[in-house]
């Protein structure tokens, strides 16, 4: 198994460009189903959580395409499979987002229970709640979800729990339904709006997205478009949280800061000096980080996907933070990982108090999720000595080439071949 073998100390400089977004791309990708045209996508990343959903979009019968690293194209004329495997389900969650794209354009969709994850539960109820709501006949059998309607009917919506890849889901299926549909209660996130405009683009009639409250007006038939992915705000907000920690002078290309303000808002409590510059981050940082409290919330709120970032760098930061994670109750696999580099961390429920050290040293540490590898890495940066990772293959789920742009900013990091799991 591959393993990043990282010796801390090196401070960072220089230019890194931000891909397109994870959270973007899987559902930008699904809306592929929705039509027979053809779907053309650019800056979608090459990471392992696009393969899949590329290979499960295949699996139904679309014809993807991969044009250079980072183009998709996607024509869905003739889907002959309706049903998405537990193989593909039980390695990406986010393969739910085929339920309301099937089930809205043929009548059918079969999609296996996703069941828990490290992060937490992650149930898939408000999908079912709000698909039944739009007239669809749901059962779960044998481990599936069997979703079948004739034809959705729009109606008002209004999820119990503000879910992102449920919202998705709902507009996607509102979209073909007949008549129109108002999501109460919606999730507000970029990736949501940037969803939003492809759809828009393909001939859907959607308002209000980037609110929580949505209007879906159903149409006939929708066609194909071709759309650029709006960058990762989590990539960059990882940058700036290695940045934090290291110290040193970055250039953060093809950013939208806009959609990452809390991020940036907190990262300069933590000392970074950030500058807006045409669409780039110009970010400096030449002292030991202050340590910063951090409460995840919904968008715009500050993002759960930051939350093990911004522990990392509280780590090595001075003083003591307070961490609050309100989105997922068991996100905090990566506190023993980073207790073993040094840190002192205790949970209390879904609370961390961080009393930053002044080093960390580095050790052998496993990932466990996604973003508990990103904080691995951060700091892996600064420890003293070697840190290796292992299980890195959750870190290639969601962030494209993360060693190798790290490299660029001098870092001493490399990927190498665990020999003795052979
Ligand atoms: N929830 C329910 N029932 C549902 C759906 C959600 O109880 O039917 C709960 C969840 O258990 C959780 C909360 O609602 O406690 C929010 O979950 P949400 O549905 O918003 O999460 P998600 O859509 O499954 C997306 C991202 C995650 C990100 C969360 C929160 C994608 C593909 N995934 O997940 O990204 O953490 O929103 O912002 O968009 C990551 O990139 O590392 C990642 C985990």
Redesign the pocket.
Same mark, same amino acid.
Do not use: C, M, S, W
């Given at each position: 198994m591959e393993e990043l073998q990282i010796i801390g100390g090196s401070k960072l400089e220089g230019d890194v460009s931000i891909s397109g977004a994870?959270?973007a791309a899987?559902?930008i990708l699904c809306a592929g189903l929705l039509t027979s045209e053809t779907i053309l996508l650019t800056n979608v990343p090459d990471l392992h959580?696009v393969s899949t959903t590329i290979k499960l979009l295949s699996q139904l019968g679309s014809v993807t395409r991969k044009h250079g690293q980072n183009e998709v194209s996607i024509t869905s004329n003739n889907i002959e499979n309706l049903k998405a495997p537990y193989e593909l389900v039980k390695a990406m969650?986010?393969s739910?987002?085929v339920l309301g794209p099937l089930l809205t354009r043929f009548g059918e969709a079969i999609v296996s229970m996703p069941g828990g994850c490290a992060?937490?539960?992650?149930?898939?109820?408000?999908?079912?709640?709000c698909l039944s709501a739009l007239g669809a006949d749901i059962k779960i059998e044998h481990g599936f979800v069997i979703a079948r309607a004739k034809k959705l009917k729009g109606t008002l919506i209004r999820?119990?729990?503000? =879910?992102?890849?449920? =919202?998705?889901n709902i507009i996607m299926a509102a979209t073909l339904a007949e008549g129109e549909t108002i999501i109460e209660n919606a999730?507000c996130?970029p990736?949501i709006v940037d969803l939003s405009n492809m759809l828009i683009k393909m001939g859907a009639n959607i308002k209000g997205h980037g609110t929580n409250r949505i209007i879906i007006k159903g149409v006939d038939k929708l066609h194909g478009t071709s759309h650029r992915i709006l960058p990762d705000r989590?990539e960059a907000g990882t940058f700036l949280c290695a940045l934090a920690a290291t110290g040193g002078n970055i250039r953060i290309k093809d950013a939208n800061p806009y959609n990452m303000l809390a991020t940036i808002d907190k990262i300069r409590l933590s000392g970074v000096n950030v500058k807006q510059d045409n669409g780039n981050l110009i970010c400096s940082m030449s002292k030991r980080p202050e340590s910063v409290d951090v409460i995840t919330r919904?968008?715009p709120g500050l993002?759960?996907?930051m939350q093990a970032q911004f522990m990392a760098l509280n780590c090595i930061a001075r003083g003591t933070s307070i961490i609050v994670e309100n989105?997922?109750?068991n996100r905090y696999l990566h506190v023993q990982e980073l207790n073993r580099l040094g840190a002192n961390i205790t949970i209390n429920g879904n609370s961390a108090t961080v009393h930053g050290v002044d080093f960390l040293s580095g050790a052998t540490v496993k990932a466990t999720?996604?973003?508990a590898s990103a904080s691995l890495v951060i700091a892996g940066l600064v420890a003293q000595g070697k840190t290796t990772i292992e299980q890195i293959y959750h870190l290639d789920r969601?962030y494209e080439n993360m060693e190798l742009k790290l490299q660029k900013l001098g870092a001493n990091i490399k990927r190498a071949t665990n020999r003795n799991d052979e």
């Open positions: 994870k959270n899987l559902p959580d969650r986010a739910i987002l992060i937490g539960q992650r149930p898939v109820d408000q999908h079912i709640k999820p119990d729990v503000i =879910t992102v890849t449920g =919202t998705e999730a996130e990736e989590i919904e968008y993002a759960t996907d989105i997922f109750e999720d996604l973003r969601g």
